[in-house]
């Protein structure tokens, strides 16, 4: 009997995220190089953001490299260097195609000038005006960092008169945020490490948190999916008592 294809729910409005982690100790276990790792990693989100375009998320933001992330070696950061370049050619016609918007947020200006060229070309030509998903791609990213540099752009303003001590609310915070997103509704981290790693830290206040096991190049479709229904039968409480 052939297997039935396991159907997303339907979830919109929501923002989800994934801190894609185990491509390394993939490649080790396989006995093969770390970049076949991020190779095999990029492949999966081919697949992830399929299913998250017809879960009708309102978006998913992927964590693909983070400000600490500069301290691996220097091969390793070519390597994925060119994983972008080429996972933005391949890609973006698929994400045309299904009309999702790409945004890359952080601080990647360090990555050189081919790259910037070609992330500002990806996001021009997916700017859809209401896109059936917006994927959001964490590059160079911290959430300490992040939070910092609001501080000091809220500071200058506040100095220029743009605005006074009393407008500052969550609202104003999140305008002043990297992350194109307010409140995130779910994270999923794979891998098998209990930890946020610096992500989102101002978006995670009411988080749901789900940890796999899973090493991401091994992540499935499947399985995201029953995260994603995992989700929908959460009470979410926001700190109120319900009985």
């Known amino acids: 009997m052939a297997k039935t294809k396991q159907s997303s729910p339907n979830l919109p409005g929501i923002n989800a995220a994934i801190i894609m982690d185990g491509n390394g100790r993939w490649a080790k276990k396989n006995a093969l190089n770390v970049t076949s790792g991020h190779q095999?990693?990029?492949?999966?989100?081919?697949?992830?953001?399929?299913?998250a375009a017809k879960a009708q998320l309102e978006s998913l933001s992927l964590y693909a490299f983070s400000t600490e992330n500069w301290s691996r070696p220097k091969k390793e950061i070519l390597g994925i260097k060119k994983l972008i370049i080429n996972a933005i050619d391949s890609q973006v016609p698929e994400l045309i195609n299904q009309e999702v918007r790409l945004n890359f947020f952080?601080?990647?200006?360090?990555?050189?000038?081919?790259?910037?060229?070609a992330i500002?070309?990806?996001?021009?030509?997916?700017?859809?005006?209401?896109?059936?998903l917006k994927l959001n791609i964490a590059l160079g990213y911290g959430g300490r960092k992040d939070i910092i540099e609001a501080t000091k752009l809220i500071a200058k303003d506040i100095k220029s008169e743009k605005i006074s001590v009393d407008d500052i609310s969550h609202e104003t915070i999140f305008k002043y945020l990297q992350a194109p997103i307010n409140e995130l509704d779910?994270?999923?981290?794979?891998?098998?490490?209990?930890r946020i790693s610096n992500f989102l830290l101002y978006h995670l206040a009411y988080t749901e948190i789900q940890f796999s096991d899973t090493l991401w190049p091994d992540f499935t479709d499947e399985e995201f999916i029953k995260c994603l229904e995992e989700f929908s039968k959460t009470e979410r409480r926001f700190g109120n008592r319900t009985i």
Do not use: C, M, N, W
């Not at 492949?43 to 399929?50: H, L």
């Open 40 to 51: 095999r990693g990029v492949d999966v989100v081919r697949k992830i953001v399929e299913s």
């Open 106 to 117: 952080g601080d990647y200006s360090s990555f050189g000038d081919e790259i910037i060229r």
């Open 120 to 132: 500002h070309q990806a996001e021009k030509i997916t700017a859809f005006k209401k896109p059936k």
């Open 186 to 194: 779910l994270l999923i981290r794979t891998g098998g490490d209990h």
